[in-house]
């Protein structure tokens, strides 16, 4: 994981000095600690628009090392240009000075370029041609003496081209190729047979004796007819004998032998592309080795096998028995500066059209190509739209996919292209007016929060992690709403001792509803625990302050990025972290207040940097859910002994490594339980990004973990995240906000910020859930926040990049759900101090002259990375006769674990009452009596 000041501390000017004792002419920076030096810019990748750069240096912080697969290169040099027509790149081949892959050579004027090669090879009749060393060109109907892709890729091919110094021509032994369309070098237009021959020849033909055992004589056959009929060919052989060739493929594993030319023997399993018999007569060129033995002609291959020999046809594409709704669409142009779909997976032994755009469809998208034979790209029919990509001749499309000789996976920068036709995969819902909700500006800050948390004092908690902002703040607030308009009397300064740099809170359940914070950055800090009893009340400041005292009360071990949740027991756990900023991992939970020793996660540790602030959930049927990284399990709530492994969290379409937690961070919250209870628990997962590149994710996925078979559900979302935030409100949906489009959690790492307000509603079909609401003007990515006040609205606040490119983020904004917008009116809700501290299974009274259609329990939260910590949202059973109406708790800890909770009561118009806090399951671990030390004020149990 890239991170400053990470391995190699790279700086621009250290990769440009590193590349230019090599004589490179191009040096490249990426991922923020990779440096790469060239002579030339690869043939299909543009120079990177500056706009693109988007990851710092890990040296330099005010540099820019970074582009999702891509450089940055600091040259003036462009792209090369388009190819002529009908030639397509195929590839950067080996090639020796004393065996040459193409064997012609040719000696067009002037200096090299790719067009003079392409020009020279197709008027002297061949259908492939090559540059090499800058200035060199080659021809063949065939490649000879073992030359074909090159095992490390187009590395090689980096010399500019003598007389055009954007192209490329090749480089020391290797030969940029470039293969003339199918057909169309020669005049042959005969339609190929598509059929498929499977064709026994049982030896009518005679051959020579003392083959070895199991292998005899097949034929003379007309190769390159419609495409060549065998791959693999092997080194031009001086010594070929019919022995000497089936001795080689039977080495190599192959069931069939063919000898071409006197010289040429290639091995395969089949023949290909429609072979067809030629009169024994034309093979007639004796073997180099053995004039005794025929050895093919030009264009003719003797064949041997050692098992029956199946001829397939020339590859067709695939129109029926598709998958899903998916349609042929034809052979699409595909650029590869501007891919005509984004995302790419390369099947090297299994790409079909079925096993491409399957994966497409459980994606979510509904458009996806086969290119190449190898390659598989996914993406929308919007995106070939948007780039303008244009169909082709189907004549182009000619490659034999690598999971089926007999179809076709696209061709040289052509994608057989395939889209969804059936039920759309994806519907999602645009609002306008008042239906989109609203952002508005709430006051200035003082501090840019590394965590907010609503307290059971109507106000609002601000920690900020230490040196953030300006020198002179305290790094603790409390914000009295009630007291906007006066900024200096709403914002109370309230203080930490320590710093809660990636700490995490929660409300306690002890009668007063504590606030607490744990963890820290370095040293100390990260062994943190901050006690705060809210006081006060609406415009009156309270008089306590945060406790903390290191030395008496702490974690057991350190922990920077560690998540903490409220047992059904009424402990604290604490799960997770580093040691500190980038540290060692700690991979381990502890309780609070302390009670037996850490206990050790080994799949923490595997997973160890990618999984902090993992997202934790008490489970109805018992036991604690963990989710981290991609992956997901079910821990004993006694023993914290894995009971229960799910699958692994699907990522992104072309990378299952791809992340949930911090540094790729998305966001979880627990979908709504509504009384009876009796629907098993579904967890909702949004955003996150990819390994290295920082793909942020544009999908979400649900799992009811305590099901037998459990699996991910996933859904598209409308834009892509990281560095999300998800927000429960009181009618049961979810405001999903903030963050980037690329990049990870950490400073300066995220870019393109995500404007848009989501919302999700759970109670809608699935594929139909999403609802693309109104925009921000304000970035929002690291260090952001999300909360839902007692007034209904949420309260968005943060962004803390310390880049140059974005803003440090002092504005405080709400955003106003639909449910407030307009002529709403909100029910009128009065309660009991005696009715507000619940008992499971019992019944409390509130009065209100309004007709309540729903009532809600939102666990009281804080809002930190992407955790909402405490979060919970319950449906209680509730009957309201009159004025008055009775609300059933919920009936266990298991279902509703001990804490505090807003209640609202929702008009029949969907309004929400301001909320009233109830406490629910009381503090059966005691809490309230703990920390015992001096410093610390306990309000008792
Ligand atoms: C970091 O990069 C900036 C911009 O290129 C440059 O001005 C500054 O000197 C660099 N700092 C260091 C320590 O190299
Ligand atoms: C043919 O030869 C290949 C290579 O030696 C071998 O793997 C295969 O099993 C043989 N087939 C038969 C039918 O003997
Ligand atoms: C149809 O596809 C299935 C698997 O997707 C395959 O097993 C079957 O052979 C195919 N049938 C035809 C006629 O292509
Ligand atoms: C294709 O093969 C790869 C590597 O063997 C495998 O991981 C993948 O699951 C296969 N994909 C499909 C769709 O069969
Ligand atoms: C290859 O594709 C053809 C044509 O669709 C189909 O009939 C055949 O079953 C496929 N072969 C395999 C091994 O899937």
Same mark, same amino acid.
Do not use: M
């Given at each position: 994981m890239a991170t400053i000041g990470g391995a190699g501390a790279l700086t621009v000017a250290l990769c440009t000095s590193a590349c230019a004792p090599g004589g490179y002419i191009y040096a490249g920076v990426e991922y923020a600690q990779e440096c790469y030096c060239g002579k030339a810019i690869r043939n299909n990748e543009a120079g990177t628009n500056i706009e693109d750069r988007n990851m710092v240096c890990n040296g330099n912080a005010t540099e820019y090392c970074d582009g999702p697969n891509r450089l940055n290169v600091y040259s003036a040099r462009q792209a090369a240009?388009?190819?002529?027509?009908?030639?397509? %790149?195929? /590839?950067?081949?080996?090639?020796?000075?004393?065996?040459?892959?193409?064997?012609?050579r040719q000696f067009p004027a002037g200096d090299m370029t790719t067009e003079l090669c392409l020009a020279a090879c197709k008027s002297a009749g061949y259908v492939y041609a090559g540059t090499e060393y800058g200035g060199e060109c080659y021809c063949g109907n065939s490649f000879a003496n073992g030359g074909g892709p090159a095992p490390d890729g187009n590395a090689g091919c980096n010399m500019a081209c003598n007389g055009n110094s954007q192209e490329i021509c090749g480089g020391p032994d290797r030969l940029t190729v470039y293969q003339y369309a199918s057909g169309s070098a020669t005049t042959v237009s005969i339609a190929a047979p598509t059929a498929t021959i499977a064709t026994s020849t049982t030896s009518?033909?005679?051959?020579?004796?003392?083959? %070895?055992? /199991?292998?005899?004589?097949?034929g003379c056959w007309v190769d390159n007819a419609f495409g060549r009929i065998m791959?693999?060919?092997?080194?031009?052989?001086?010594?070929?004998?019919?022995e000497s060739c089936i001795s080689t493929c039977s080495d190599l594993g192959y069931s069939v032998a063919g000898l071409q030319y006197s010289v040429q023997c290639f091995c395969d399993n089949f023949l290909r592309n429609a072979a067809t018999k030629a009169p024994e007569s034309d093979c007639n060129m004796a073997c180099s080795g053995n004039s005794g033995e025929k050895c093919g002609a030009g264009g003719r291959m003797s064949v041997y096998s050692n098992a029956t020999l199946q001829v397939f046809p020339v590859p067709a594409v695939q129109k029926t028995n598709l998958t899903g709704s998916w349609t042929y669409a034809g052979c699409l142009r595909d650029d590869a500066q501007t891919r005509a779909l984004p995302y790419q997976i390369i099947l090297k032994n299994n790409n079909t059209a079925n096993n491409c755009i399957s994966q497409c469809s459980a994606f979510g998208y509904n458009a996806g190509g086969m290119e190449y034979g190898i390659e598989c790209y996914c993406g929308d029919t919007s995106d070939v739209a948007n780039v303008g990509a244009t169909f082709v001749s189907e004549s182009e499309c000619q490659f034999a996919c690598s999971g089926n000789i007999t179809t076709i996976c696209g061709g040289g920068r052509r994608l057989s292209y395939y889209t969804w036709t059936g039920t759309p995969l994806t519907q999602w819902n645009y609002a306008s007016g008042n239906a989109a909700g609203a952002y508005q500006f709430l006051i200035g800050g003082v501090i840019i929060p590394l965590v907010t948390q609503p307290a059971r004092n109507g106000k609002v908690t601000f920690l900020e992690k230490y040196g953030t902002g300006a020198p002179n703040t305290t790094g603790a607030y409390e914000l009295d709403v009630a007291q906007l308009d006066n900024f200096t009397a709403a914002w109370r300064p309230m203080h930490v001792k320590t710093d809660i740099f990636c700490s995490s809170s929660l409300t306690l359940p002890d009668k007063v509803g504590r606030q607490?914070?744990?963890?820290?950055?370095?040293?100390?800090?990260?062994?943190g625990i901050r006690l705060y009893w809210p006081d006060g009340s609406p415009g009156v400041w309270g008089k306590n302050d945060w406790q903390e005292d290191v030395s008496t009360v702490k974690l057991q071990a350190g922990r920077w990025y560690p998540t903490s949740m409220i047992m059904a027991n009424g402990s604290i756990l604490v799960v997770g972290g580093e040691e500190g900023s980038n540290g060692a991992p700690t991979p381990s939970l502890e309780i609070l207040p302390p009670a037996g020793p850490l206990v050790f996660c080994d799949w923490l540790l595997r997973t160890d940097p990618n999984n902090l602030y993992p997202f934790l959930?008490?489970?109805?049927?018992?036991?604690?859910?963990?989710?981290?990284?991609?992956?997901?399990?079910?821990?004993?709530?006694?023993?914290?002994?894995?009971?229960?492994?799910l699958p692994n969290i699907p990522g992104a379409v072309n990378n299952f490594l791809a992340g949930r937690t911090y540094p790729m961070e998305g966001t979880a919250v627990l979908l709504p339980q509504s009384a009876p209870y009796t629907e098993p628990l579904q967890i909702f997962i949004c955003g996150g990004s990819t390994p290295y590149q920082g793909i942020a994710l544009d999908n979400c996925v649900t799992i009811s973990p305590e099901v037998s078979d459990a699996q991910w559900t996933l859904e598209r979302m409308p834009s892509k995240r990281v560095l999300v935030c998800m927000t429960a409100l009181p009618d049961g949906t979810y405001l999903i906000l903030n963050g980037g489009q690329q990049g990870f959690g950490g400073f300066g790492l995220c870019t393109e910020p995500n404007h848009n307000a989501v919302l999700y509603d759970p109670s809608k079909p699935l594929n139909n859930r999403f609802t693309v609401m109104a925009n921000t003007t304000v970035d929002r990515l690291y260090h952001s926040e999300a909360v839902l006040m007692d007034d209904g609205r949420v309260l968005v606040s943060g962004s803390d990049p310390e880049d140059d490119r974005f803003l440090q983020e002092y504005r405080v904004e709400v955003f106003v759900p639909p449910y407030l917008m307009g002529n709403s009116t909100r029910p009128t809700v009065n309660m009991a101090e005696s009715q507000k501290d619940w008992a499971y299974g019992q019944e409390y009274t509130f009065t209100t002259p309004d007709s309540i259609s729903k009532v809600s329990l939102l666990g009281a939260t804080a809002s930190t990375h992407g955790n909402s910590m405490g979060q919970r949202t319950i449906f209680p059973a509730f009957t309201c006769n009159g004025m008055t109406c009775v609300v059933e708790a919920p009936p266990n800890a298991h279902v509703c674990p001990p804490g505090w909770f807003q209640m609202f009561a929702l008009s029949q118009a969907g309004t929400p009452s301001m909320a009233i806090w109830v406490r629910i399951g009381g503090d059966p671990a005691g809490l309230g009596n703990w920390p015992s030390a001096p410093g610390f004020d306990a309000p008792g149990v």
């Open positions: 240009p388009q190819t002529p027509d009908n030639w397509s %790149p195929i /590839g950067c081949y080996t090639d020796n000075v004393g065996a040459r892959t193409l064997t012609n009518a033909v005679s051959g020579p004796s003392g083959l %070895p055992s /199991g292998w005899s004589y097949q791959a693999n060919g092997q080194n031009d052989n001086n010594q070929l004998t019919i607490i914070n744990v963890g820290g950055w370095a040293l100390d800090s990260t062994y959930a008490v489970l109805p049927s018992g036991g604690v859910f963990v989710a981290y990284y991609n992956e997901a399990r079910i821990l004993d709530e006694v023993t914290f002994e894995t009971t229960k492994v």
